[in-house]
């Protein structure tokens, strides 16, 4: 599974690959997320708008996960929204990214995820 974290607008965004471990414990937190609430959709605009994860399981082309919203998009173009409380699965991502990102990208994700 390859995570892109949606950083900048212009230039090529930081990615970084999962281990399979990682993959499955990525996936198996996003099993356990509820439905967001209606109208719940992920940041937008300039800057940081979140991580996208592609390769993951057979059914799933991409996952977002954005400001405490996961979208799954499938193969058949349905979407799924969930809710991410307290961005837990956007800050393990982030955790998962520091040993791959530079310092002053980890810094900006940082400071987004915590501000």
Known sequence: MDVEIDLYSGRRNPAFSLTPEAGEAVMSRLAALP???PGAVPLQGLGYRGLRITGGPADAVEIVVSGGVVVVRDRDGAERVLQDAGRALEHSL??????S???AEMSVLRRELDG
């Open 94 to 99: 982030a955790d998962l990214a520091a040993a």
């Open 35 to 37: 439905p967001a609430p």
């Open 101 to 103: 990102l530079d310092p």
